[in-house]
């Protein structure tokens, strides 16, 4: 499966951004998503995951009340909406996919539980 996020950019301390990853090659439904981000000289690390039906997130503490991880399995894109961005968020985004497999839910923010990454886009949060 082919993934391309977009929607970064330079946004204000407070301000939102809605990140989207749309997918294709292969069938969408059949993937948990999720959304990492890494700073230079830092650890790629996990933002957030959503199953395949959508009905089980997951988020790191740090963005959890301020981001929201949804999907549109109709359009094959999963989405990051950010809001109340600080600048400790400012990083490059990536989307990867998962096949379906049990233990979602213990292994989501492991990027080794991924078999698919897109190119990522630049979030930038000046203060």
């Known amino acids: 499966v082919q993934l391309q996020a977009y929607g970064g950019g330079v946004v204000q301390a407070g301000g939102s951004l809605r990140l989207s990853c749309t997918a294709s090659?292969?069938?969408?439904?059949?993937?948990?998503m999720g959304w990492f981000r890494q700073t230079p000289g830092k650890e790629l690390e996990f933002v957030a995951g959503?199953?395949?039906?959508?009905?089980?997130?997951y988020y790191q503490d740090s963005v959890k009340g301020r981001f929201a991880i949804s999907r549109d399995n109709a359009n094959n894109t999963v989405y990051l909406q950010t809001s109340s961005l600080k600048p400790e968020d400012t990083a490059i985004y990536y989307c990867?996919?998962?096949?379906?497999?049990?233990?979602?839910?213990?292994?989501?923010?492991?990027?080794?539980?991924?078999?698919?990454w897109g190119k990522g886009t630049q979030v930038t949060v000046s203060s």
């Open positions: 990867a996919a998962a096949e379906k497999r049990i233990g979602f839910y213990l292994t989501h923010a492991s990027k080794g539980r991924y078999d698919y």
């Open positions: 090659g292969r069938t969408f439904s059949n993937y948990d």
């Open positions: 959503i199953t395949t039906s959508g009905w089980s997130t």
